[in-house]
């Protein structure tokens, strides 16, 4: 009974675990469930356009930070004459792009194009944040200015009961349009919500809680024009949080963090910078493909993506076969059909890739009687074992030519999809069944050929259907679940569906003694 | 319908080859000593050990070497059977009556050359006969003579008796007798007929034949029942010795009834069928757990023996006629 717990808690553990990793790539990471799911991509197009006049020129834009949880991908660079130079802050993220040019004449257009996907409020915020801040002195220009901050903090806090109203308060009162006295000391003059933003994050810091500013475009419909917008982002006790200034937008993006203004430009004249939007459909599976969010290892680990396309489709087709074992496991145990051989059904099951459906079962059941006639004949000349079986497989390579070279004169195209259909399982298909036949019957062996048959077409037909290929190959995680779920059956006690009808007897002599 | 088809199943304590692997054969049967009762030579050494009679071994042949010392082997007026150690089903058996003007006259009255003997030990040899192909050891030993007394109820072939032994306690016993269908074989699979015996009295009850029951020999009309098997209690005791000496919990143990030398264990079996339940009309699993309970390993057989009579008379106390239960036609 031991093992009987044993066996259970690995399977659940197995289970648990599968569907942990699964979950949190659902949830966490918006893989699509489903290969046809479609997704919105917003195409960002940052546009700079100005006069130059025969002086250096230098331009710093700000292009899209790339995070654990985001994606950024097909950039695309229209630089004209210009020398660009990527530069990114290994402490923020931030991404700048830098494009320089001596002695530039004229109008000049520089752009910068990519898809990304939104963010919205449910986002998580990096790891990083959820540590508290190290505590720096805070900066102040005058002791005017420190006295001030001492005077309001320490009046927010006698407000509040706790760290979350005493935030919100903060927040509240730095955003709200009439400040007092102390605070108009504090917020500096520039007219934009960044003074207020910052004012919020140096005081979430003194309270030792991580916030940054971030800074970004709102995603609400395509834009030839959009504003850029401030907000900030903070971990409250574990949770995520953001504060928009400007009104709570249904999905964002931000494009780099920090009090730094978009654009930077040097030696130019009328300069004008646009920000362009365009939503598009994109299907699931292509944004998965393209994107560039780095998860964490152990997703890294349950997935295909990083390898060479080659070595994808050859998984592609491997990660199937534990379905189509769990099938054939389910078939035999709760079932009892019987097959010939213990896995060789899944196996034709993958040979019918080669065929598609119908004639798979069609070339198997004919390769299988002209084989099963062959062998026959050979058991009169009473040959060994190993010789035995390679007659019957050269035999078999024959009538596939024949039948091919067939097909052929009558204008079928068969050549290419048999040539792989497996051979060696043919062969040991036809061994087994011979031996059932003569070991049994022929009754049995006819049986267990048509199981075999059955098994192999409900396999194919699980192995090849879209969706189970793009769950198993985009979540191999599922694997888990499988051997979880088979470690289960394994300690199945319970009669089968065909014992039923074997022990019919059985229970009709019950339903007697129990009427006396 | 179908549940409730499990739920008298289950009343009857039917027991699936889903429990009889896991419950019976993993949990009793260690793998390493299922060795001994695969090689019919491993078995014959050990039945020696425990006293319990085998049919006779004349020699063995391992190589083509040996095969010079064959003629020796088939000298006996008797006749003998040639065997693959590591057959199944009972394939690849010869059985050699009588030497007949220079070649051999066979048990089914062909009569073959020297040169046919030897060509078919070399085919054992070769494991021809063997499931895995895997080459094989000929065993040339006395040939059974069948005792007569269930010449009413089997067509041609070789009527055996198969009693399954739970950690040394026989539990179920059926009669296994061939058909015309079966083709000579006493091979439920292939048709054969497997008759319940009262496991106390060695009584015969009712047949059964492709899971369906009967009440007579299909080839031979004759009445399968209350036939008494001579020799119930040695067989029994047989039984309970293989166990000893094997120490598989689940055992199969397939005994032939010799005109002059009685009851001889032919084989054993590491993983008996389960349609010994419906031959006896009852499920295993009660058995198995009242024969669990016991905990007789370390008793003297005939001890077990009485076990066994005692806890299957409990179950079943009388054994049922054929016109206590509906026959399906």
């Not at chain 1, 680990?301 to 199937?320: D, E, H, K, P, W």
């Not at chain 1, 198993?472 to 394994?490: D, K, Q, S, T």
């Not at chain 1, 300690?491 to 129990?514: I, P, W």
Request: aromatic share 8%; glycine share 8%; with cysteine.
């Amino acid at each position: 009974m031991t093992s009987r717990l044993h066996t259970r808690i690995l399977a659940l553990v197995l289970i648990l675990a599968g569907l942990a990793i699964f979950f949190t790539k659902v949830t966490k990471y918006d893989y699509p469930l489903r290969p046809s799911d479609t997704r919105t991509v917003w195409d960002v197009e940052i546009y700079l356009e100005f006069d130059t006049s025969n002086r250096p020129v230098r331009v710093e834009s700000f292009i899209p930070a790339r995070g654990p949880m985001r994606t950024v991908s097909e950039e695309q660079f229209y630089n004209g004459p210009f020398g660009l130079r990527l530069d990114s802050d290994a402490e923020t993220g931030n991404r700048k792009a830098i494009w320089t040019y001596r002695y530039p004449d004229g109008n000049k257009v520089l752009r910068y194009r990519t898809s990304i996907l939104e963010e919205t409020v449910q986002t998580p915020l990096p790891n990083t944040m959820e540590q508290p801040p190290e505590r720096a002195d805070l900066f102040f220009e005058s002791d005017l200015e420190r006295q001030a901050f001492i005077v309001w903090s320490a009046g927010l806090r006698r407000q509040s009961d706790n760290d979350v109203s005493l935030v919100e308060l903060a927040l509240q009162t730095i955003f709200s349009t009439d400040v007092s006295d102390e605070l108009s000391a504090l917020i500096p003059a520039r007219g934009d919500d960044i003074g207020r933003l910052e004012l919020a994050r140096a005081f979430l810091e003194s309270e030792g809680v991580s916030a940054r500013i971030a800074n970004g475009i709102y995603l609400e419909g395509p834009r030839r024009r959009t504003e850029v917008h401030h907000w900030l982002e903070y971990n409250l006790e574990g949770e995520d949080r953001r504060y928009f200034p400007s009104g709570r937008p249904e999905a964002f993006f931000a494009m780099w963090y920090g009090v730094g203004e978009l654009v930077d430009a040097q030696g130019v004249s009328d300069f004008d910078v646009q920000i362009g939007l365009q939503p598009s459909l994109m299907s699931a599976q292509n944004v998965l493909r393209n994107t560039t969010a780095e998860p964490s290892p152990l997703i890294k680990m349950f997935s295909f993506t990083g390898l060479a396309i080659n070595t994808q489709l050859v998984y592609r087709v491997l990660v199937t076969i534990p379905v189509g074992i769990l099938i054939l496991v389910f078939l035999r145990q709760f079932v009892g059909l019987q097959t010939l051989g213990t896995f060789m059904p899944v196996l034709i099951g993958i040979a019918f890739r080669e065929t598609a459906l119908l004639m798979g079962i069609m070339l198997f059941t004919g390769l299988v009687i002209l084989g099963l006639a062959m062998r026959f004949y050979l058991e009169k000349l009473q040959l060994l074992l190993v010789p035995r079986l390679a007659v019957v497989l050269t035999f078999i390579v024959l009538c596939m030519a024949g039948i091919t070279i067939f097909m052929a004169d009558n204008g079928q195209q068969i050549g290419l999809s048999i040539s792989l259909f497996p051979m060696v399982i043919l062969t040991m298909t036809i061994e087994r069944m011979s031996i059932v036949w003569e070991e049994y019957s022929a009754a049995d062996a006819i049986k267990q050929g048509l199981g075999s048959l059955l098994v192999a077409s409900v396999t194919y037909l699980a192995m090849t259907q879209t969706q189970v290929e793009y769950l198993m190959f985009n979540f191999p995680e599922l694997l888990l679940v499988i051997m979880g779920i088979c470690l289960i059956i394994g300690k199945y006690m319970g009669l089968r569906l065909s014992e039923l009808t074997r022990f019919k007897q059985l229970a009709v002599n019950q339903k007697e003694t129990d009427a006396v | 319908m179908l549940f409730d088809r499990i739920r008298l199943l289950k009343q009857a304590g039917v027991m699936g080859l889903n429990e009889r692997n896991l419950r019976l054969v993993n949990d009793l049967n260690p793998r390493r000593l299922m060795r001994l009762v695969n090689d019919k030579l491993e078995t014959k050494t050990l039945c020696a050990q425990a006293d319990i009679p085998t049919p006779r071994l004349f020699g063995t042949v391992e190589t083509s070497f040996d095969m010079r010392r064959l003629p020796e082997m088939l000298k006996n007026p008797t006749g003998v059977a040639i065997k693959p150690a590591n057959g199944s089903q009972g394939n690849g058996i010869l059985v050699v009556a009588e030497p007949m003007n220079d070649a051999w006259k066979l048990a089914s009255g062909r009569r073959v050359a020297y040169e046919d003997l030897k060509f078919h030990v070399s085919n054992i040899l070769s494991g021809m006969y063997s499931l895995g192909g895997l080459p094989d050891k000929a065993m040339i030993e006395e040939r059974v003579i069948f005792s007569q007394v269930f010449d009413h109820i089997t067509f041609k072939g070789v009527p055996d008796i198969r009693i399954i032994v739970l950690k040394g306690i026989p539990m179920f016993a059926m009669l296994r007798l061939a058909t015309a269908e079966s083709d000579g074989k006493a091979n439920l699979h292939k048709g054969g007929v497997g008759v319940g015996l009262d496991l106390v009295t060695g009584v015969t009850a009712l047949g059964m034949q492709h899971g369906k029951y009967i009440d007579i020999h299909p080839d031979t009309a004759n009445t399968l029942q209350q036939l008494q098997i001579p020799y119930w209690d040695e067989m029994l005791l047989m039984a309970a010795r293989a166990y000893d000496v094997t120490k598989l919990g689940y055992l199969g143990v397939d005994i032939v009834l010799d005109q002059v030398r009685g009851p001889l264990l032919l084989e054993m079996n590491a993983r008996p069928g389960i349609a010994i339940q419906v031959a006896n009309r009852s499920g295993l699993r009660f058995h198995v757990d009242a024969l669990l309970k016991e905990k007789a390993e370390h008793l003297l057989p005939e001890k077990r023996v009485e076990i066994a009579k005692r806890v299957f008379r409990e179950l079943i106390p009388e054994p049922v006629k054929a016109s206590d239960i509906t026959i399906d036609s």
